[in-house]
Structures are given as structure tokens and as C-alpha cells.
Nanobody, 127 residues
Framework: QLQLVESGGDLVQPGGSLRLSCALS????????IGWFRQAPEKGLEGVSC????????YYPDSVKDRFIVSTESAKRTVYLQMNNPNPEDTGLYYC????????????????????WGRGTLVNVST
């Protein structure tokens, strides 16, 4: 059973930084991608990054490009989302997730088809 557990959500000031973590278990292959999605108040789910675990290629939408960085460590047990220079529009519940059997998930980072989700971690960007 694939499991994803997020942590690191907190109150952060605009212009600060915050790192979220997603602990993975049950993943026995390198050919999958992990995505970070967020649910802002009164908005739909938005993909904010995806990381292909076999070649470490990434996806970012324009809204977070050059501010957010997705990465993993050598054992590939945790995926991180480094949030730099956040603004109030980045406030929301952040989930890590995977569409495990979709080889294109990491390229397009779409929420449709995602079949494994963590429970989320709350990020509040505010003074």
C-alpha cells in the first residue's frame, strides 16, 4: 500500500521561506512521480510542482516558478517542497500525491487521475 505523509506546514511571513516534506512508503519502483497540490480557500485544487523520481525532471506552473523548488534525497524516501518568497496567495492546504500508473503524470502534473493522496499540511502566509 502506497502511503504519503506531509509535514512542515506553518504560519510564514510574506517573503520568508518554508519547507514542506512528504514521507513516502510502499514505493518499490523508481518510475513514478510525486506531485504537490494545494487547495486555497474558495479555490480548486492546483498543482504546484511535480517531480519525476527516475530522472528528477520537474514541473512548475508560472504561479510558483522560480520561487518553489521540489526535490528528494538519495534514498527517495522523502520529497520536499521548498517555498521561497511566499505571498498570501500561496496560503492553502498542501497535499502530496501520485498518479502512480500514469507515466505522464510528472510532465503535466494534473490532479485528474491522482489515486494516492496524503492528508495535507496547512500553510498560512500572513503577517
Amino acid at each position: 500500500q502506497l502511503q504519503l505523509v506531509e509535514s512542515g506546514g506553518d504560519l510564514v511571513q510574506p517573503g520568508g521561506s518554508l519547507r514542506l516534506s512528504c514521507a513516502l512508503s510502499g514505493f518499490t519502483s523508481d518510475y513514478y512521480a510525486i506531485g504537490w497540490f494545494r487547495q486555497a480557500p474558495e479555490k480548486g485544487l492546483e498543482g504546484v510542482s511535480c517531480l519525476n523520481m527516475n530522472d528528477f525532471t520537474t514541473y512548475y506552473p508560472d504561479s510558483v516558478k522560480d520561487r518553489f523548488i521540489v526535490s528528494t534525497e538519495s534514498a527517495k524516501r522523502t520529497v520536499y517542497l521548498q517555498m521561497n518568497n511566499p505571498n498570501p496567495e500561496d496560503t492553502g492546504l498542501y497535499y502530496c500525491a501520485t498518479d502512480f500508473f500514469n507515466p505522464d503524470f510528472g510532465t503535466h502534473c494534473l490532479v485528474v487521475g491522482v489515486d494516492y493522496w496524503g492528508r495535507g499540511t496547512l500553510v498560512n502566509v500572513s503577517t
